[in-house]
């Protein structure tokens, strides 16, 4: 079809549950992801801002745009797990070959951090500030380090205590528990039971082997090679793998041959008798993923008709979510 109209968005507000929004003549026109590995596994070594730009030179590649047509990026990370990663979203973009006055920023809201950097993206978009932009996620958890906090201040004798960044990530100091137990009380609210918790893991881990079988990932991956990222005035980045034997990582290691009886042998992790073992739960990852998104119009005149996918009439919410005491 053809663009004609400027892009819209069409705001709503529900006191006390939300607001959200609708879009019009907005399209995705390239979309690149690293291959999402374990923690600790083949790309422990690359921080978040490493992935980022590895994902986001894989999107401008793919939708054969060059990085100075961009005019904003904004990336979504849970928080910083790195000392580069303060400064992500300015060095993903120029790292990735956009211009010293291309806008940058960084969306930290823990969970759906990438989803609320695609949100602003639309809206600046809409709003007619910018034509085109990438949006993306980025996480470089095995780089989350020990700390110190409170180290300015000093120490009293032999009180010096180190905790685990990763960990404080994962747990709610308001409600006094970490993310995995509202799982928890969420299962035991709406009765889900270790068994149906392990048959949904199953049918989760076997359709993702098949997919990666049957290549399904392939045009969404962009294979990552040890290299070294360079930039105009700015240090050079160097790509090295955790496995000094790899040369290449192409594809998620997160799927497993598993069984139901093999996940049924498995203990559960965060409380006696409860449902999340680890085979059950989310994997945590290393990754990033980007978008190249812009106005329909400016897609239409580069000749990206027919390809592109349009958020058109979808809609975003943002609810009040409380903590599953």
């Not at 009765?191 to 399904?216: M, N, P, V, W």
């Not at 049924?264 to 190249?292: E, H, K």
Request: charged share 25%; hydrophobic share 40%; with cysteine.
């Amino acid at each position: 079809m053809a663009y004609v109209e400027s892009p819209k968005v069409k705001g709503y507000l529900k006191k006390g549950e939300g607001f959200g929004a609708t879009y019009e003549g907005i399209v995705i026109v390239a979309a690149k992801r690293t291959p999402f590995c374990r923690i600790c596994g083949p790309l422990s070594l690359l921080s978040a801002t490493d992935l980022g730009i590895l994902a986001t030179k894989g999107a401008l590649k793919q939708a054969g745009i060059s990085p100075e047509e961009i005019d904003y990026l904004v990336f979504g990370m849970a928080g910083v797990s790195s000392g580069d990663t303060f400064f992500a979203h300015r060095h993903i973009a120029l790292y990735s070959g956009m211009g010293i006055g291309t806008p940058a920023m960084l969306v930290q809201k823990i969970c759906t951090s990438g989803m609320e950097a695609l949100i602003n993206a639309a809206e600046h978009i809409a709003n007619g500030k910018v034509e085109v932009a990438v949006a993306g996620g980025s996480e470089g958890l095995s780089q989350s380090p020990t700390v110190l906090f409170g180290n300015r201040l000093g120490y009293k004798l032999r009180d010096v205590k180190a905790d685990d960044y990763l960990w404080e990530a994962f747990y709610d100091t308001s409600v006094g528990f970490m993310m995995a137990e509202t799982a928890e009380n969420l299962a035991e609210k709406y009765r889900i039971t270790r068994k149906e918790a392990d048959e949904y893991a199953f049918r989760s881990h076997s359709s993702a082997l098949r997919a990666q079988k049957e290549g399904f990932f392939k045009d969404e991956i962009e294979p990552i090679e040890e290299c070294t990222l360079e930039a105009h005035h700015l240090k050079p980045r160097k790509i090295r793998f955790y496995d000094t034997k790899a040369k290449r990582i192409e594809a998620d290691d997160g799927p497993r041959e598993t069984s139901l009886e093999k996940l049924a042998a498995l203990p559960p992790v965060f409380r006696q008798n409860g449902v999340q073992t680890a085979g059950n739960s989310s994997q945590i990852t290393d990754g990033a993923g980007a978008l190249v998104v812009c106005d329909a119009r400016w897609a239409e005149k580069r000749g990206f008709v027919g390809s592109e996918m349009c958020i058109r009439d979808r809609a975003c919410c943002i609810c009040d979510c409380r903590s599953a005491t």
